[in-house]
C-alpha cells in the first residue's frame, strides 16, 4: 500500500509538473497549426490528396510527440538532480525504482495528455478532407465544432488562469483533447450542408488503431530518454534519444536487409565449402543483436496500410502490443539499474 501511495504521488507532480511547462503549450499550438496547415498543402498530388494528407498529418503529431517526449522526459529527472531535490525523496525510505517508475509514468500521461489535441485535430481535419479544387465546398460541421472546441478550451484556460491563477498550458492540454474528440465525433454526424448521415460512413477504424500504435510507439520513446537522463543532461539526452528515434525508423534498413544479405551468403557458402565459423557469422550475430535491441519504431507505422485501405490484422497487434510492452520495461529496468549507483549528492 505504501508503494502505491508513493508511486501516485510521483505520478501526479510528474504530470502537473509537465503538462505546466510551456515546452508543452509552445509544441502543441506549433502542431495544432502545423497538421491544419497540413490539409491545403496536401492538395497538390496530382492523384490521391487525402493519402497525402494522412501521411502528412500523421507524421506531425508523431514528430511533435516525440520532440515533446525528449523535452519532458530529460527534465524531470535531469531538473531534480541539478536542483538537489531529489535529495528530500532519496533521504527518505523511498526506493529509487519508484521514483524512475513514478516519473516515467508521469511523463508519458502528460505526453498522451498533450498529444491527443494534434492527433484529435488531425482526425477532425481528415473528416473534413483536403480542399481538392477551388469550387470545394467547406464541411461547415467540421469548421463549426471544431472552432467552438478552441474556443471554449482557450476561453476556459484564459478565465482559469485569471481569476483562479491556473496554469493555462495545462488546462489547455488537460481540456483540448476531450472537447475536440467531441468535436470529432460530432462531425461525423453531418455531411457538408448539415444533413445528417451515417456515422459509419465517416468512422475509419484502422486510422483510430494507426494512432494507438504510434502513442506505443511514444511510450518506448518516453522510457528511453529517462533511462537516458539518469546519467546525462538535457541536452545530450535529447540528441541520444531523438537519434536512437532515427536509428530505430531505419532499423530494417539497416540491419533486415543486412541479416537478409548474411544469411544468404552464409547458406550458400555452406552448401558449397560446408560449415564453418568466419567472419560473416559473427557480423550476421552482430547484426541480429543489434536488430533485437534496437527499439525497431517502423512497426508501429501503419500509415500504408491505412491508405491502401487494408485492414489491420488482430494477430499483428498482439504482435506488436507485446513488443512494446518488453521494450518500454527493458528500458525502465535500465534507467533503475543506472539510477541506483548514481550520485545525486
Known amino acids: 500500500m505504501v508503494f502505491i501511495e508513493q508511486l501516485f504521488a510521483f505520478i501526479r507532480n510528474t504530470f502537473f509538473e509537465c503538462v505546466r511547462q510551456p515546452i508543452s503549450l509552445v509544441i502543441l499550438i506549433a502542431s495544432v497549426i502545423l497538421v491544419v496547415i497540413s490539409n491545403p498543402l496536401s ?46 525523496v532519496i533521504s527518505k525510505p523511498v526506493p529509487r525504482t519508484t521514483f524512475i517508475l513514478g516519473k516515467y509514468l508521469g511523463v508519458t500521461l502528460a505526453l498522451l495528455a498533450t498529444t491527443i489535441v494534434p492527433a484529435a485535430t488531425f482526425l477532425l481535419v481528415e473528416v473534413h478532407g483536403v480542399m481538392q ?49 467531441i ?32 502513442f506505443l510507439s511514444l511510450s518506448i520513446l518516453s522510457a528511453i530518454a529517462v533511462a537516458v537522463s539518469t546519467r546525462l543532461g538535457q541536452v545530450l539526452t535529447m540528441g541520444i534519444t531523438l537519434s536512437i528515434l532515427v536509428l530505430g525508423l531505419l532499423s530494417d534498413w539497416i540491419f533486415a536487409r543486412k541479416i537478409l544479405t548474411l544469411e544468404q551468403l552464409i547458406s550458400v557458402r555452406e552448401a558449397a565449402e560446408g560449415g564453418s565459423l568466419n567472419m560473416d557469422h559473427l557480423a550476421l550475430w552482430g547484426c541480429k543483436i543489434g536488430y533485437a535491441v534496437l527499439p525497431n519504431f517502423q512497426v508501429f507505422w501503419v500509415v500504408d496500410a491505412v491508405n491502401q485501405g487494408q485492414s489491420i490484422p488482430m494477430n499483428y497487434i498482439s504482435l506488436v502490443v507485446p513488443y512494446a510492452v518488453v521494450m518500454t520495461i527493458a528500458a525502465l529496468a535500465l534507467a533503475a539499474a543506472m539510477f541506483q549507483r548514481r550520485e545525486v549528492g
Open 43 to 88: 492538395a497538390f498530388t496530382m492523384s490521391d490528396d487525402q493519402r497525402m494528407y494522412i501521411d502528412i498529418g500523421l507524421s506531425t503529431v508523431f514528430m511533435s510527440g516525440a520532440i515533446l517526449a525528449s523535452f519532458l522526459a530529460t527534465r524531470v529527472v535531469d531538473q531534480e538532480i541539478s536542483n538537489k531535490t531529489v535529495l528530500l
Open 133 to 181: 479544387t477551388a469550387k470545394t465546398s467547406f464541411r461547415w460541421p467540421c469548421i463549426v465544432f471544431g472552432a467552438i472546441a478552441v474556443l471554449l478550451t482557450i476561453g476556459t484556460a484564459a478565465w482559469c488562469n485569471f481569476f483562479y491563477g491556473k496554469s493555462f498550458a495545462s488546462i489547455t492540454a488537460l481540456l483540448g483533447g476531450p472537447l475536440l474528440l
Open 183 to 214: 468535436a470529432y465525433v460530432l462531425s461525423m454526424f453531418f455531411d457538408f450542408d448539415w444533413s445528417s448521415i451515417s456515422v459509419s460512413s465517416e468512422f475509419r477504424f484502422e486510422l483510430i488503431v494507426a494512432i494507438l500504435l504510434m
